[in-house]
């Protein structure tokens, strides 16, 4: 009894890992998607900018703010960035500011 137990708690970590690996890769594909469809538009696919006067994501002003003043900015737009606030879920503005430093390695 003990040692059947023991297994299914086995099993169980095992299967919290898998998922969570999963729902990892899940939502970098999410926001690679998502980037796609509404920002590649204006930020080109690989975010170095050039249409609406979108700025490099690598140019050192874009490195220099902070995931705050990014998220501020995606969530309530400027300029002519457009507002994605009531669009998109705070995890999602989150996932794709982490892509959009990936895009800017
Ligand atoms: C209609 C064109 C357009 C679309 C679509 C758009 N952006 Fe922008 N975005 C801009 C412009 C223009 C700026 C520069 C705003 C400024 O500084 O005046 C900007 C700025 C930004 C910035 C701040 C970087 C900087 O230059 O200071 C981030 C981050 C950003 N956009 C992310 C996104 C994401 C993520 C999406 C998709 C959800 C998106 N944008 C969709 C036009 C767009």
């Given at each position: 009894?003990?040692?059947?137990?023991?297994?299914?708690?086995?099993?169980?970590f095992l299967a919290i890992g898998l998922v969570s690996a999963?729902?990892?890769?899940a939502t970098a594909?999410?926001?690679a998607g998502t980037?796609?469809?509404k920002c590649a538009m204006c930020h080109g696919p690989d975010g170095k900018g050039g249409k609406m006067g979108t700025r490099d994501f690598a140019s050192p002003e874009v490195k220099a703010e902070?995931?705050?003043?990014?998220?501020e900015i995606?969530?309530?737009g400027k300029g002519k960035m457009p507002a994605y606030g009531e669009k998109l879920k705070e995890?999602?503005?989150k996932d794709l500011i982490g892509y959009v430093r990936s895009l800017a390695k």
């Open positions: 009894m003990k040692s059947l137990s023991l297994r299914m708690v086995l099993v169980a999963f729902s990892t890769f594909q999410d926001a980037y796609k469809a902070t995931d705050a003043q990014l998220t995606i969530s309530k995890n999602e503005i």
